[in-house]
């Protein structure tokens, strides 16, 4: 439980970071079964449904850069996106229903990982309410050099900003068109095992990790059991249903009045963030696709 205090903070400011939430046997597991399936990025080529990859990966030498639905790929992350540590502050923040939108895992490694531009969530799935955020669960150590997530406060309050380049999504806040003072983002930083909470319209991204320290960082996106996607809809109840993770079925979806744009029409070569992010016309971060490895970087997969 965080105190109400902490909740006001969050609705004021749009985050906050819990530390200790995660208990180290379970951060060991996450590792074990991560570690595990970064290896097995060695027989892939391309994106698929488990793998997106930083430009220089190589089968033989496997750089991933997230991976797509961990909840579905292991139980231990299933069982952590139901543990009651991060539920009770979820209910806190959403009301007693919580319902799953996704998960992911952003790996981030050291030397190369790559950055992630401006953005809203929102503007990738906008619901009928924003009782929406999402659970950054820190893996490692976060801190100012290996590129921890970073926050506009109260930008969760503001507009949503366009998302665009040339007419078509590219899931990335054009840095010079947003009137935004990106010097004063927060950065989220804390020890393996804290949690971020950020709301689904902060203003939020992070820098290439360009230091010798891994960066993982699992994602789980949790909206209020009554906050139903506007783009995706409900394709399958039962399905949709099985999504929920505390609290009671509803098809009553709960309406309010937030800035919306749809995603659309979609990114050229829509895929992840990362992907989508490629259409952007100006960067703020700065990437370097080709980062030198260090003999660390490089180990063969074990
Ligand atoms: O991994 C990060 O630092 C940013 C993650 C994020 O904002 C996203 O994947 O939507």
Redesign the pocket.
Known sequence: MISQRDVAFYREHGYIVVPDLVDPGTLAALRRVIDAIVARAATVTTHDDVYDLEPSHRPDRPRVRRIKKPHVLDPVFDALMRSESLLSVSRQLLGPGVRLYGS?L?I?APEYGSP?EW?Q?WAFYPHTNDDVL?I?VMLDDCQLEN???MVMPGSHKGPTYDHHADGYFCGAIDPDACPLDFSKAVTLTGKAGSCSFHHVRMV???AQNTSALPRQ?L?YEFAANDAFPLLSGVKDLAEFDAKILCGPKTIEPRVVAAPVRLPLPPAHGQGS?YENQFGSRKRYFAFDTAAAPTAKALAPAK
């Open positions: 992911k952003n981030k992630v953005h969530d999402a950054g590129g921890p997530l939020h991204g992070s960082l994602l963030i």
